[in-house]
């Protein structure tokens, strides 16, 4: 039997379901949720393993979920569309999710001529069908794309109910050609711990905040030390402005407390350890607007450094 492998980027725009559909895929919470836009400031690697069963192939997915589409306006902004850009960029197949709620706007034009421009296939996925009360009302969206592109496939979804999905998996993995295993079986993200652990003090902190405050926001991790029952972390928590960080430290530290005990909770699942973990909210005012801040953020860019790749 043959086996099957590549790449596959969820693109859409902001809150559509991409780090939703990731994480339901692979069976594993790899992307931080929320309903703010703009929670996935990077590109996200997930992995499929798909045994072989009868009447189909086995394969190899790997899913890139990415920031959304969307004019950029800062520093972050850029860095974001520079990762979308970078997903795209030789992969197999686009996954273009789109939330069936929405009314149809200039990021579509956008990104539908991000795909003609790729000229590589896609599949359009009409996520959230869990709230449509009557699933005619796909008909006039699915004309509305149809007319404008040639997508390979159409399928509905529900990635928060799991709905479409073995479809899907099974509709991707025949659109991937023959190929390698890219990663080792056992492996689910190209994710470093510590970014992970990163993401989720930000997942909590953007879920404890609001309007701008959660933008505002940066997680850096500058201890992680994993002893065998026990790991100590610490980590700082940036913001733009002295008035964010009172948002943040709340009175008398208690917003900070409810934080750190919810993100200690979701990293001793990831560890496997206890946890021990201090938390700092410092101000970097403009940071988002800063090259050389955004791109320090960048795990993949600190590994460069770290290997001596990278410019020191
Ligand atoms: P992203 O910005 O495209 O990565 O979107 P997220 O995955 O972060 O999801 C944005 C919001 O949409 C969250 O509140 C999700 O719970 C919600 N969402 C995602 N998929 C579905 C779905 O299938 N049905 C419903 N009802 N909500 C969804
Ligand atoms: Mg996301």
Known sequence: ???????????????????????????????????KPQTTRNRI???????????????????????GVHRPESSLGRKMMAEVHEAMEGCNLILYIVDVKKKWDDSDDFILKLLKKSGTPAFLLLNKIDLLADKRGLLPIIAQFQHRYDFKEIIPISAVKKTGLDELLQCVLK?????????????????????????????QALWSTREEVPHAIAVVVEQFEEGERLTRIAAAIYCDRDSQRA?????????????????????????????YLELFVKVQPGWRESRRFVEELDWRRQLEQIAGKGPA
């Open 1 to 35: 039997m043959p086996f099957h492998s590549g790449f596959a980027a969820i693109l859409g725009r902001p809150n559509a379901g991409k780090s939703t559909l990731l994480n339901a895929l692979v069976g594993e919470k790899l992307a931080i949720i929320s309903p």
């Open 45 to 67: 690697l997930g992995i499929i393993h798909v045994p072989q069963q009868k009447g189909h192939d086995a394969g190899q997915i790997v899913l890139i979920d990415t920031p």
């Open 175 to 203: 659109a991937l050609p023959h190929g390698p295993r890219y990663f080792p079986a056992d492996q689910i993200t190209d994710q470093p711990l510590r970014f992970m652990v990163a993401e989720a003090i930000r997942e």
């Open 247 to 275: 948002i943040i430290l709340g009175k008398g530290g208690q917003m900070l407390k409810k934080i750190g005990t919810a993100a200690r909770l979701d990293i001793e699942k990831m560890v496997g350890t206890r946890v």
